[in-house]
């Protein structure tokens, strides 16, 4: 456990905004790529958050690291918030907010894909895919996790999380085909290749 999630778990709370500060845009991002829904996403944002600052005794840095404990945490309540709530696509541009990711100041994150040459075509592929490919496909791509972490954050071995991840590439690499995109330039663009 690092200094900072110990002094976190003794009540300091400037340790407890640091953690909220660090770990913050990576839980939204996953949260509104989840439910497309950016008030959605804030919510089940702060929800995890919450619960995770309650429960900080609760985490086991030798079972995950703590952004895959997150996770783990936030794809929960992104399914509870699907399970109460009918969600509607929405357009990206519903996504626009104020926002930084790793030194770089972005508009929304319509901006985030875009910067990675990512389009509507690919986004609404991956928005297609069932739940448990789009959680998996997610969480490699937009969370940079492993695969032994996706499957720690979804509840499933690392194994079946490395199949859901090859499983949604392969649903997106026919859908984009289907719809006549250069599936090779959308895929390298994603880094799926």
Same mark, same amino acid.
């Given at each position: 456990?690092?200094?900072? /999630?110990? %002094? ?8 407890? #905004?640091?953690?909220?500060? *660090? ?6 991002? /996953?949260?509104?790529?989840? &439910? ?30 703590? *952004?895959?404990? &997150? ?16 969600? #509607? ?29 990512? !389009?509507?075509?690919?986004?609404? %592929?991956? !928005? ?50 289907? !719809?006549?995109?250069?599936? *090779? ?9």
């Amino acid at each position: 456990m690092t200094d900072l /999630l110990r %002094a976190a778990l003794g009540g300091d709370d400037s340790a407890a #905004e640091a953690i909220f500060r *660090q770990h913050s845009p990576a839980v939204f991002r /996953l949260a509104a790529s989840l &439910l497309n829904d950016a008030d959605d996403a804030e919510e089940v944002a702060q929800d995890t958050f919450v619960y995770a600052l309650k429960n900080l005794g609760r985490y086991d840095p030798a079972r995950s690291a703590f *952004q895959t404990w &997150l996770f783990t945490i936030a794809i929960s309540r992104c399914r509870n918030k699907r399970r109460r709530k009918w969600l #509607e696509t929405v357009p990206l541009a519903w996504f626009a907010r104020n926002e930084t990711r790793r030194g770089t100041s972005l508009r929304s994150l319509e901006d985030w894909l875009a910067a990675r040459g990512v !389009q509507r075509e690919l986004w609404s %592929a991956v !928005q297609s895919l069932s739940p448990k490919l789009r959680e998996a496909v997610l969480l490699r791509f937009v969370g940079g996790l492993a695969y032994a972490e996706i499957g720690e954050a979804v509840d499933c071995g690392a194994k079946a999380a490395e199949s859901r991840v090859r499983t949604g590439i392969a649903a997106l690499r026919k859908q984009l085909a289907a !719809q006549g995109a250069s599936q *090779q330039d959308w895929l390298e663009a994603m880094d799926l290749t």
